[in-house]
């Protein structure tokens, strides 16, 4: 279990209150909503990371 982050309480309330499941949905759900948005912080993301390693 290295590499794992501590949950936030956001998270913890979450998991608890509906099931990890209704979490991922929920995040897929608003990732899908913003998707124009989060396309281009993913390249961003992707360029940034390609200059540091290279």
């Known amino acids: ?25 929920t995040t897929a759900a608003g990732l899908l909503m913003n998707l124009p948005n989060t396309v281009g912080s993913v390249r961003n993301t992707v360029n940034g990371l390609l200059n540091f390693l290279i």
């Open 1 to 25: 279990m290295e590499g794992l982050t501590e949950l936030s309480l956001n998270e913890l309330t979450t998991v608890e209150g509906g099931g990890l499941l209704t979490n991922v949905l």
